[in-house]
T-cell receptor, first 113, second 113 residues
Framework: GESVGLHLPTLSVQEGDNSIINCAYSNSASDYFIWYKQESGKGPQFIID?????DKRQGQRVTVLLNKTVKHLSLQIAATQPGDSAVYFCAENRGGGADGLTFGKGTHLIIQP | GAGVSQTPSNKVTEKGKYVELRCDPISGHTALYWYRQSLGQGPEFLIY????????DSGLPNDRFFAVRPEGSVSTLKIQRTERGDSAVYLC???????????FGPGTRLTVL
């Protein structure tokens, strides 16, 4: 099975509210994690990443939290906007010296007006 | 600068035919990846190039799939004797030598009739 998965396939939030998208991973060898945003008909777009020696990293309106104890990753989006509507994927490096990423199935974020 | 580009954007072929999909990475990026994304799923790793050589092809599903990168820049993914199950979006990503982040192209949507 997949080593990276998401808790919720669809998340609906009101415009202006904060969004939290969760992700569980199982590969203890992974030391690098990324969040991608994918709009319909487009390739994944890099949002933010974090290495395993960090617990939190902030970007513009986004924050990634990493809990290695429970192998959990989350993406927080502040003050969501209509343009945030997309599918969000967490991904991890394959670990063990192997390059390439392992992706989960994705969470569809829907912004309600 | 220009991002990763992929051609064609769409390819429709018949079962049993041969297809080639092209990827132009970001200029100067030494690492190049191919992924396959089925409907409603996250991308799945296929193959990774470092320079001209395939450093890891463990994700290729079978020997009908082959990829080359003869000059360390443009890459071609080749699929022989296509099957309906090969229908998917084929994504290419590239990464600068010392960086972690992979940047994706828009993908090629392959439909095998």
């Amino acid at each position: 099975g997949e080593s990276v998965g998401l808790h919720l396939p669809t998340l609906s939030v009101q415009e202006g509210d904060n969004s939290i998208i969760n992700c569980a991973y199982s590969n203890s060898a992974s030391d690098y994690f990324i969040w991608y945003k994918q709009e319909s008909g487009k390739g994944p777009q890099f949002i933010i990443d974090i290495r395993s020696n960090m617990d939190k990293r902030q970007g513009q309106r986004v924050t990634v939290l990493l809990n290695k104890t429970v192998k959990h990753l989350s993406l927080q989006i502040a003050a969501t906007q209509p343009g945030d509507s997309a599918v969000y994927f967490c991904a991890e490096n394959r670990g063990g010296g192997a390059d390439g990423l392992t992706f989960g199935k994705g969470t569809h974020l829907i912004i309600q007006p | 600068g220009a991002g990763v580009s992929q051609t064609p954007s769409n390819k429709v072929t018949e079962k049993g035919k041969y297809v080639e999909l092209r990827c132009d990475p970001i200029s100067g990026h030494t690492a190049l990846y191919w992924y396959r994304q089925s409907l409603g799923q996250g991308p799945e790793f296929l193959i990774y190039f470092q320079g001209t050589g395939a450093a890891d092809d463990s994700g290729l599903p079978n020997d009908r799939f082959f990829a080359v990168r003869p000059e360390g820049s443009v890459s071609t993914l080749k699929i022989q004797r296509t099957e309906r199950g090969d229908s998917a979006v084929y994504l290419c990503a590239s990464r600068a030598g010392r960086a972690d982040t992979q940047y994706f192209g828009p993908g090629t949507r392959l439909t095998v009739l």
